[in-house]
Each structure stands twice: as structure tokens, then as C-alpha cells.
């Protein structure tokens, strides 16, 4: 991985805390990171970061927060 200096960005919603998630990308790796552990980096593409982000939306990851969504089906009314 090049060494040039990483733009890291975090969400709006975070407020200034310092406990966010922070993304950063060089090329076509995107780096994912906890603000409050800098040092410690999940590394990814961009096309699988989509994907995952993709997955999130559609709730694919509800269960490990045991959270129920009620979703609207694909033949469903919104």
C-alpha cells in the first residue's frame, strides 16, 4: 500500500465524538477504521465495500443486533 497520507472522513451523524467509524481510501483500497483505535484498519475494495453497503441497507446483518426491521418486500407497497 502507497504511504501518502490518507484523508480519513467520518459520518456527519457522529457530532465530533470520538467513538465513530472513519473511512479513508487510497486508490482502490479503501481502509476502514474505529476513530477511537486509529492504529488497528479493516482493508477492503471499493467494489466489495459497496456490497457490503448494499447488504446493510437491505438488512441482510439485522440479526446480529437481534434487531426486527420490517422491511417492505419487493411485491410490497411502500
Wanted: charged residues 25%; aromatic residues 6%.
Amino acid at each position: 500500500m502507497a504511504t501518502e497520507e490518507i484523508s480519513w472522513r467520518k459520518s456527519s451523524y457522529s457530532n465530533g465524538d470520538t467513538n465513530c467509524v472513519e473511512i479513508g481510501a487510497t486508490g482502490n483500497v479503501v481502509l476502514v477504521r474505529e476513530s477511537d483505535t486509529p492504529a488497528a484498519t479493516l482493508s477492503t475494495s471499493r467494489d466489495l465495500l459497496r456490497v457490503f453497503v448494499l447488504g446493510i441497507k437491505a438488512g441482510e446483518f439485522d440479526h446480529f443486533a437481534h434487531i426486527r426491521v420490517d422491511r417492505p418486500t419487493p411485491h410490497s407497497p411502500r
